[in-house]
């Protein structure tokens, strides 16, 4: 491995990523965080970060001109080697710096296909990749086409927010248009997307110089979208081992992988399996380790650390060397999460010799459970559900998108 001391700068508008960086600075680099002002007083790997920069404001208030200036003053006296985005939201600000200081890595093009969904989509369709009946919100005729041609029920989509942010569901023609004419100009940001019933699964990977190093396969028992629409438990838990189904969407990711130019670095892919036809669906990919304490999941079920990995390609790529994978266990885990009533939740109840990690977010309510078969890992989610149910959940009505990306 070469000794010779790279420079970093990641980028994070949210409070995450605190293996990467803390990896990144073992392994003997230089490393920079940029991140915002009111995430100064956040448990940050101070000891493993060579000094952090604050923007005023969070996300969608950043100066992108502030911010580049600022890096480019930065670059004076450091030879950059790479921009991270340690987030979905960050993705646009690494692309627009990697473009302007022709920095190495996903440009504002590829990076499109990472957080567009309107791109995503379209990008898969003429790429061969299955996807659900879509259509951009642009021209009238095309709307009504649209509706006209695609049984409903439908979903209008924001075109670059995470998760399931902002999703309205539609079950008429009439309440469509409602949607799109109470959206006023902000429709062009949003898609209309067929509703298709299914088993949503999500694809946690890692990616060096174009091929798929890892990939586990996990199945939503309750979507990201329905805690958003009408609240509840989140769980997820990872796929039997070569079943159809992981099987079968670890190919699809490869492919949506390869169709979207992905070189290097973590990936976060989501699918559906129609109740309809049983066909895989892709549904949104992002170019980052998943939310919601997936990471932790996916390291109890494997042994595979996301964020410590990915430093690890991003260091191999800087230094020159070969990346090697660690060894991968075969286990299953699963993770329940909700809000929670308590700021502080007492969870000492949970405790069967299973459980692996507790959420430490304020206001919620989580666990992470491994086995060595799914069975038992699916049987104590069922049970944490609705003890958590019961004794700590609670509701927090969606936020209405007033700002977009």
Known sequence: MAETAKTFICVSNFFKGGAFLTELKKLG??????????????????????????????????????LLLGVANL?????????????????????FLRENLRIPGMGQTTGRFFRDKLAMRMKAKSSGVLVPEFAALFNDDEINHFADT????????PRSEASANGIIKVEDKESLWHHIHALEENRIRYLVEQFKPGDVFHADGLNLEGKTLFCTVSRYLSTPMEISQGG?????????????????????NSEVMKAFGMKSGATHTEFIK???????????????????????????????????EWARIEDSLAKGYKYKLPKVRKDYAGIVLTLSKFEQPDLSEFNDPEVYFRVPLEYHAGLIVKAKTQERVLALLDDYAERLTTGFSSVAQQEQLKKFH
Do not use: C
């Not at 670059?75 to 690494?94: F, T």
């Not at 509840?232 to 699809?252: M, Q, T, V």
């Not at 309809?276 to 932790?296: C, Q």
């Open 232 to 252: 509840g438990i989140f769980r997820s838990a990872n796929l039997p081992y070569k079943s159809e189904d992981d099987k079968a969407i670890n190919k699809a």
């Open 274 to 308: 129609s109740k309809e036809d049983g066909k895989i669906y892709f549904l949104e990919t992002s170019s980052r380790v998943g939310g919601a304490h997936l990471a932790e999941m996916v390291e109890a079920a494997t042994g595979v650390n996301l964020w410590e």
């Open 75 to 95: 670059m004076k006296s450091n030879k950059v080697e790479s921009i991270v985005a340690l987030d979905d939201y960050d993705v646009e600000k690494a692309t």
């Open 150 to 157: 695609v049984p409903a029920p439908w979903v209008l989509k």
């Open 29 to 66: 680099n230089k490393v920079y965080l940029i991140t915002s002002e009111n995430l100064r007083d956040k448990p940050w790997p101070f000891a493993y970060i060579d000094e952090i920069f604050y923007m005023p404001g969070q996300d969608l208030d950043w100066n992108m001109d502030h």
